[in-house]
């Protein structure tokens, strides 16, 4: 069964940080791209960073560059999101997903992702 478990979510104060752990387990992820998106109260999923599988390749939002890094181990089936200078508007349930369509295209939206952590919170308070 395929799993992702997400973590490292909380609430911090405006210029904060945190970083998000997204732990693996049930397939071979190490081949695969992952992305971390997010869904704020009313509004849809936005796409945040997302890297190919070794990490060689990242994409990310405009909304944090310079502010957040992915990144990933994959001999701990893991990938991270270190979130810096955090802001209120970063407030949101954060996902990880792992991209089954290829190996080294990043993808920056939702459709291409096959599967999908629970979320954690981020909670950025002014």
């Known amino acids: 069964q395929v799993q992702l478990v997400e973590s490292g979510g909380g609430l911090v104060q405006t210029g904060g940080s945190l970083r998000l752990s997204c732990v693996a387990s049930?397939?071979?992820?190490?081949?695969?791209?992952m992305g971390w998106f997010r869904q704020a109260p009313g509004k849809g999923r936005e796409f945040v960073a997302a890297?190919?599988?070794?990490?060689?390749?990242?994409a990310y939002a405009d909304s944090v560059k310079g502010r957040f890094t992915i990144s990933r181990d994959n001999a701990k089936n893991t990938v991270y999101l270190q979130m810096n200078s955090l802001k209120p508007e970063d407030t949101a349930v954060y996902y990880c997903?792992?991209?089954?369509?290829?190996?080294?295209?990043?993808?920056?939206?939702?459709?291409?992702?096959?599967?999908w952590g629970q979320g954690t919170q981020v909670t950025v308070s002014s």
């Open positions: 049930g397939r071979t992820f190490s081949s695969r791209p």
């Open positions: 997903a792992v991209d089954w369509t290829t190996t080294n295209v990043v993808h920056t939206t939702p459709e291409e992702y096959l599967y």
């Open positions: 890297l190919n599988w070794n990490g060689g390749r990242t």
